[in-house]
């Protein structure tokens, strides 16, 4: 009866902590940090990058976006707090600045890619020279 009563009150306890201690858990979400290069690319250049559904058109709904200047021929993005899965990226270089504010675009001139990508942990990819083509 005494060992009922003593796992009665651990389960009590446990009960009470659990929920104490997945709220201090780090968000199950995870980051993307593009390690961005490209030769000739003047400082102050920017490059944007964003996410949409896995398999989407460069014109669907943005999920997630960020951008990064150029200094030395390289730039990082990164992004935080995105729900794991997989994403379909597109990115391009601003080359010759004019990309707005609200739901920036490339146009002639600039270089873009797109690619996809497994977003179940945090990941550091890099973008180098041979992902950029001419819009
Ligand atoms: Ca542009």
């Known amino acids: 009866m005494k060992n009922i009563s003593r796992i009665f009150a651990m389960l009590l306890a446990l009960a009470i902590i659990t929920p104490l201690l997945s709220s201090c ?51 990082t993005v990164v992004i935080e707090d995105i729900v794991p899965k997989t994403y379909r990226l597109y990115s391009f270089i601003d080359m010759n600045k004019n990309a707005g504010l609200n739901d920036p675009m490339p146009d002639g001139g600039d270089f873009v890619t797109e690619t996809d990508v497994v977003m179940t942990e945090d990941r550091v990819i890099s973008m180098p020279e041979s992902y950029w083509f001419p819009f």
């Open 25 to 75: 858990e780090k968000s199950p979400n995870v980051y993307l940090n593009a390690m961005v290069s490209k030769q000739n690319v003047p400082n102050g250049v920017k490059v944007y990058i964003k996410l949409v559904q896995e398999n989407g058109e460069a014109d669907d709904p943005t999920l997630y976006e960020g951008d990064a200047a150029f200094t030395s021929s390289i730039a």
